[in-house]
């Protein structure tokens, strides 16, 4: 199983993203799939996570911007970022959960320009 995530890039200060996560096998093979984020010289930080159920949360820093969402047809989870802050510069990484492990993608940045 690989977790191909795509669509960061640059964006000015209260503009909008969407990231992409796609699986490629099933999307059911995880219990929940989620996306975090690491600034430079932090750890890395749940962002979002949306169960295999369909209940999702964010964190409260990015609660009432930020939607996880899931395509289960497609095997895709995804991340809507709307008015983006500076502080939300980081390599986001999508990620999946099964009992026994978690699997990652290679990550995608995102920058914010003030």
């Known amino acids: 199983v690989q977790l191909q995530a795509s669509g960061g890039g640059l964006v000015q200060a209260g503009g909008s993203l969407r990231l992409s996560c796609v699986v490629s096998g099933s999307i059911f093979s995880f219990i929940s799939m989620a996306w975090y984020r690491q600034a430079p010289e932090k750890q890395r930080d749940l962002v979002a996570i949306?169960?295999?159920?369909?209940?999702?949360n964010v964190a409260d820093s990015v609660k009432g911007r930020f939607t996880i969402s899931r395509d289960n047809p497609k095997n895709t989870v995804y991340l809507e970022m709307n008015s983006l802050k500076p502080e939300d510069t980081a390599v986001y990484y999508c990620?999946?959960?099964?009992?026994?492990?978690?699997?990652w993608g290679q990550g995608t940045q995102v920058t914010v320009s003030s």
């Open positions: 949306i169960t295999r159920d369909g209940t999702a």
């Open positions: 990620n999946g959960r099964t009992p026994a492990t978690n699997y």
